[in-house]
Every structure is written in C-alpha cells, then in structure tokens.
C-alpha cells in the first residue's frame, strides 16, 4: 500500500516526538489489538505515546490478556489538544465516543492520521489511510511498521494476530486470503502462544455466560423465507445471569451458524439503545444494511445502535434484508439480460 495518505502518515508519525492514540468505544480485538501494536511500537522507538478509547473504560474479558493494557490511559486524562492524532479502526468521529472532541481540535488545528479498512468510513481525518483490501486494521498498522523499518517485537506481534484472528473469525471469514496467511505465520515465530490466544478470544466463558446463551438461543427467530435469524439479549439477562454486555461479542458468532440463514443478527440493551450485530455468510451486504442505519462495517460484518425497542429494530432490518435481497434479483436479471447469447 502506497498511496499518497499512507506515504503522509507515515511521514507524520516517524518524525514526531508524541502521539495520542485512539480507537473505538467498546473495542474489539483488532480496534484495540491494532492500537496497542503502536503504542508498544512508539515507546520502543522513543515517541512518547498516550492510548485510549470513550467510556466505559473496560474491555470484555477475552481481551485482558493483551500486553499494553496497563499502559493505557482513561479518557479523562486524554490530551484535549493533541497536534498529531491516530485513530484505529473507527469509521467516524462518533463513534470515539468521549474522545471525538480532542480528534476534532487535531483535525482542524494539527493532524488527524485514521487508520482503518471499513469501506464505510467517513474519511473524517486529515489523512485517511482506509485500505478497504485489508482483512483488520492490524495488518494497516504492520504495514505502517514496515514502512517505517519499525520492527516487531512479542507484545507488538501477540497485539496484531489478536487483531488480525478476531476480524477474520480464526480465519474462516471470507476476507481470509493468502497474504492473511503469510502475516499469522509471521506473527507466529515470535512464539506466540496460540492455543491459548484462541482459548481465550473465542472458547473461554463464564457458566453464568453459558446459561445465558441457552436462555437467548432459545428465544431466535428465523425467517425461513428471508434466511434470516435473529436473537436479543436483554438487561433482565445481564443482571440475571450477573453478565455484562461486554462478555457477550461471540454470541453473533453461534446465531450464524444457523444452516438455514445467510444472516444472522444479534440485539443487545445497553444504556446506548439497541447494539445491533450483523454477519452475512451470502454475498447480501450488511455493512450497505448497517449504513441504512447510521452504522456501518464490512459486506460480512456489521453493526450500528438503535434508539428503540428490539422488536422495531428486527423488524426493519427484516424489511431491510427484503430489499437487499430484491436488489440482488433485479440486477441478476439485468445481467442475465445483457449477457451474449450463444448464437
């Protein structure tokens, strides 16, 4: 990757003295995977860095074995004015939650570097690295190292296979591709723990988790004209069950396997509104649906939040999924339409 805004980022963050980095609120495995890899890559090169992300300043338990956590610090004692910020795999300034104000002032008085691949990004930076080829954030930030002649140590490596493992679903997602491959391997040779890495990312739970994923397996819905299934979890669950919101990224990741369905989609009551999950195993785009929305994501992962009730939410992503799917038919007739006819 060699264009203009990668060539500026990467001119902007080898020259600088300080960087204050920030990805999105309730990070994922490679929002914060990718985010710590350049911070560990900072201090090992002398930048003084702060990391950070909105509250609530926790992260779901499948991540607290990343190295760097501790080394994070609250949005409270976020600079106000950063001259140089990075942000990592965030598509807008919302979604920085308490930390859109500061990106806000870099933007306009500084720089403001966004590193991400969501094709729905609002490019709100002043330079937008968003390589939409990319199969997580992560392999932007291994690419920026390179650039950089920045090289990896352990903790940057074990930061960037959780990103790269968590956005490619343990490499079983579509955007799993050789050069996907050839950086896991990579990665690899700094005796990363794997097993484990995958143990805890994506098998490790709490019991009172397990019961309260058969309480929400149980209630889903499928359309089986649509093929489409759905779940929610409510806040009688959370509390019921002593769970919080944050343990629950991997139920979308047992709704999808449903045999029936090409979408799956997942609701969840937080103090937000409605945390609406998507995953497209068809080539019916939920990011496009997610957009719809005020959300965003990829054409197989998605999501965006919802100020009303569960029942509305699914039934207008129902409505949602209906059109996408008559989208998809009109233009295979119009392709079928245009194409030679063997004579």
């Not at 190295?67 to 919302?94: H, I, N, Q, W, Y």
């Not at 966004?114 to 990319?134: E, F, P, Q, R, W």
């Not at 098998?203 to 019961?211: N, P």
Request: aromatic share 8%.
């Amino acid at each position: 990757m060699a264009t203009s805004e990668f060539v500026r980022a990467v001119e902007l963050i080898g020259s600088a003295s300080s960087l204050t980095l920030a990805c999105h609120l309730l990070p994922d495995g490679d929002a914060l995977g990718s985010m710590l890899a350049l911070h560990h890559l900072c201090r090992a090169h002398g930048v003084d860095s702060v990391a950070s992300w909105s509250e609530p300043f926790e992260v779901a338990p499948h991540y607290t074995f990343l190295p760097g956590l501790d080394l994070t610090t609250k949005p409270a004692d976020f600079p106000r004015e950063p001259p140089l910020m990075v942000t990592f795999d965030c598509g807008s300034l919302e979604r920085l939650g308490d930390l859109a104000a500061p990106a806000r002032w870099a933007r306009e008085h500084g720089e403001l570097v966004v590193l991400d691949h969501h094709a729905s990004n609002d490019l709100y930076g002043s330079v937008n690295v968003v390589d939409t080829t990319a199969a997580a954030t992560a392999v932007v930030v291994r690419d920026i190292a390179r650039a950089l002649d920045w090289p990896l140590d352990r903790d940057t490596a074990l930061c960037l296979y959780a990103g790269l493992v968590t956005d490619t679903g343990r490499f079983q997602y579509a955007n799993t591709t050789p050069a996907v491959f050839a950086l896991a391997e990579e990665l690899s040779r700094f005796d990363l723990p794997l097993a484990d890495i995958t143990r805890q990312l994506f098998e490790q739970h709490r019991f009172d988790y397990v019961q309260m994923v058969g309480a929400c397996l149980a209630r889903a819905e499928l359309d089986r004209e649509l093929r489409f299934v759905a779940t929610w979890v409510t806040n009688f669950d959370l509390d019921g069950f002593g769970v919080e919101v944050e343990e629950t990224e991997g139920l979308i990741d047992l709704i999808r396997r449903t045999a029936e369905a090409d979408i799956a989609c997942v609701c969840k009551e937080t103090p937000e509104g409605i945390r609406v999950s998507l995953r497209s195993v068809s080539d019916i785009d939920v990011g496009s649906i997610a957009a719809r929305f005020g959300g965003g994501g990829h054409q197989y992962a998605a999501g965006f939040v919802a100020p009303y009730p569960v029942t509305d939410v699914i039934g207008d992503l129902k409505a949602a999924v209906r059109d996408a799917r008559h989208a998809g038919e009109l233009h295979d007739e119009a392709s079928a339409a245009e194409a030679p006819r063997a004579e």
